[in-house]
């Protein structure tokens, strides 16, 4: 079969992380991309596996090189993907999921547009916005997870409300007002997608 390119974008507190996590359950296949960024791990977080946390100088020099696939600033931290573990996924076969923001996202679908027919990047491509219900309810959401303070979380409201505003940049929207059928959703779009492939 040939390898899916999946890039999933949401505010954070959408509940993407969960329904991302039963997606790599699901899809063995899947391997997931783990993002560089310049951010502080929160607890429980681990260097590789969550991220590869990076000092500002050493995300600047990867920059700089070329390295990224895309990058950008989220809520004053820079996030990217190395351009390189996706190919060598993607070679090997194995479908590939992105967790990235609306700019980062937005980068991907440039780049993968000046690609030439046949390359697996643009074969296996598609992309998916996951909305919460409303704001009030990623407010509650982001609140209820205790792990950032508030004017942190009063960021990434704003950036919330103004990445919903480009959901319809994204080829399929889900709206997660209940886990278990947005998961579905998710899950009928990505089978449609492999069986076009
Ligand atoms: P968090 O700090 O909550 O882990 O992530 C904040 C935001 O950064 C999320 O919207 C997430 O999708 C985005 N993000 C994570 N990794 C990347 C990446 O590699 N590139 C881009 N552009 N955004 C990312």
Redesign the pocket.
Known sequence: MKPLFIV?????GAG??TICDMLLQSYPELSY?V???T?QP?LH?EDGI??HFHPKESFERMIKENS?L???E??D?F???LKEPVYDVLTHHQSML????????E?VREHIKNLPDGDLLKEGFVDIFISPPDLEELKDRLMGRATDTMDVIEK?LK?AEA?MQRSGEYMYQIVNDDLDTAFKKLCDIINYKADLL
């Open positions: 999933i974008s949401a505010p954070s993407k992380t991309s993002s560089c960024t951010r929160r977080e969550d991220y990224f895309e990058y950008a989220v809520h931290n996030y990217g993907t992105l967790d990235i923001d609306v700019e980062g996202a980068q990434r950036n990445e």
